[in-house]
């Protein structure tokens, strides 16, 4: 991304942490320490976490959104992070990326959910510019219908933390382990009911 455009997207100046196969509850740890006591403009960039993990947002309840026997029998970690969101199974094909940063410094963006969210939509855009299909929908990234990235994001007085999930890839067998939570994205209920429609033929 070229200087001019990093200023017309207004983004700040950022510390980086690089990160590789740090287990995603040490991440979630050092991004909590960070937003809270850092006065300090952050991207952390992990690649990949190198335990299979269940991550959920602080208002999850397992009963609803996990298949818990499995969980339990097969001894998969299950966290809950510090912000918002769904509910994801994150491992060794997983890119996170969190943007922590002080208000003041993204002033064309509100404190809200909707403005960072819509912020952050413009930067992946100038990123994922060369593949075809990117766009922000609702809260998630897609690649045309495909969801691929999913984003949390706590809110305080003067800071802000925008986390995403990117998943590169999956394991088929892992999604076993989460139930198909009550309320999702209107996008994905279309795609699933023309998917839906497919199969009856």
């Not at 269940?54 to 998969?76: F, N, Y």
């Not at 990235?149 to 088929?172: C, E, M, P």
Request: aromatic share 10%; net charge positive.
């Amino acid at each position: 991304m070229s200087l001019s455009r990093a200023k017309d997207l207004r983004l700040p100046l950022m510390n980086l942490v690089r990160l590789k196969g740090t287990p995603i509850l040490e991440q979630l740890h050092l991004e909590e320490r960070l937003l809270r006591t850092s006065s300090d403009n952050w991207c952390i960039v992990n690649d990949g976490t190198n335990v299979p993990t269940i991550v959920m947002g602080m208002s999850g309840k397992p009963s609803q959104l996990l298949e818990v026997g499995p969980v339990m029998e097969d001894r998969i970690p299950v966290i809950k992070r510090f912000t918002g969101g769904g509910t994801v199974i994150v491992d060794k094909s997983t890119l996170f990326v969190s943007l922590i940063c002080n208000k003041d410094d993204v002033p064309n963006v509100q404190p809200y959910p909707r403005s960072v969210m819509a912020w952050s939509g413009s930067l992946y855009d100038e990123v994922f510019k060369s593949v075809n299909g990117f766009q922000l929908r609702e809260n998630d990234y897609v690649f045309g219908d495909r969801k691929f990235g999913g984003n949390a994001q706590s809110i305080i007085k003067n800071r802000w933390i925008h986390h995403t999930s990117f998943l590169w890839d999956y394991d088929v067998r892992n999604m076993a382990y989460l139930k198909l939570p009550s309320r999702v994205p209107q996008y994905r209920l279309v795609c699933s009911l023309f998917h839906l429609d497919l199969n009856v033929f």
